[in-house]
């Protein structure tokens, strides 16, 4: 079982930069491969980026080029360097993960994940 913790989050103004973080704990030997989704007010829970046990990346359109995922191995943290914040980038941010070592072309999926963290807010203004 893996239990996860997220940490950062909060308000800031359009075009300025967070980082959110999640702390891994509980059985980590083994490859785990790691996400970032986003839920807004009266939306679905989108996915935003995703990371393998290999260190591979990938992201969602809207948010290439501004996020970074990354998961640190001495740590065991996963986090989201978020920058050039729009408006649009407001919602609940979560945390997930899953002892699969890649994707397998399912990383944009919810029920692929079977350990999620409790949620950070971020909310961007104008």
């Known amino acids: 079982q893996v239990q996860l913790v997220q940490s950062g989050g909060g308000s800031v103004q359009s075009g300025g930069s967070l980082t959110l973080s999640c702390s891994a704990s509980?059985?980590?030997?083994?490859?785990?491969?790691w996400g970032w989704f986003r839920q807004a007010p009266g939306k679905a829970r989108e996915v935003v980026a995703g990371?393998?046990?290999?260190?591979?990346?990938t992201y969602v359109d809207s948010v290439k080029g501004r996020f970074t995922i990354s998961w640190d191995n001495a740590k065991n943290t996963l986090s989201l360097q978020m920058n050039n914040l729009d408006v649009a980038d407001t919602a609940m941010y979560y945390c997930?993960?899953?002892?699969?070592?890649?994707?397998?072309?399912?990383?944009?999926?919810?029920?692929?994940?079977?350990?999620w963290g409790q949620g950070a807010q971020v909310t961007v203004s104008p």
């Open positions: 997930t993960g899953d002892r699969r070592a890649t994707f397998g072309g399912d990383w944009w999926r919810i029920t692929w994940y079977a350990y």
């Open positions: 509980g059985a980590m030997s083994r490859r785990y491969s």
């Open positions: 990371i393998d046990s290999y260190g591979s990346s």
